[in-house]
């Protein structure tokens, strides 16, 4: 295979890995924005424990810790996704080396 043919492949499967990243890294940010909005709801509601009866209290705390598991659970997904997207794209570059280096033995020739 001509050595631009391979090099056109790599950097193709790249952008599109660099691409999903990005989306990854979007997702991410609306999550924790999502997240310390939830924060500052829980703030305001622990202000206002003091005029609450313990079964509102408790009511809130429940659904709020419930959010926050959720919160949780989507960012380490979208964490995971990230870091697969990575190690595929540091794959990609070690192969991208590999084939100049390839490229460049055969030339000294």
């Known amino acids: 295979m ?13 952008k599109k890995l660099i691409e999903a990243s990005n ?12 997240a ?4 500052n709801e829980m703030d305001e509601a622990e ?22 598991d959720f919160l949780m ?6 964490n995971d996704q990230l870091d697969l997207v990575e190690k595929q794209i540091e794959e990609l ?4 080396c590999l084939a100049f280096a390839q490229y460049a033995k055969k030339q000294k020739k």
């Open 2 to 14: 001509k050595i631009d043919t391979l090099v056109k492949g790599i950097l193709d499967k790249k």
């Open 23 to 34: 989306v990854c890294s979007k997702s991410i940010d609306f999550w924790e924005k999502k």
């Open 36 to 39: 310390n909005r939830l924060f």
């Open 47 to 68: 202000e206002e424990f003091a005029f609450s009866s313990d079964e509102d209290i408790e009511d809130r705390c429940t659904d709020h810790l419930k959010e926050v």
């Open 73 to 78: 659970n989507r960012m380490k997904l979208e």
């Open 93 to 96: 570059e070690t192969q991208l």
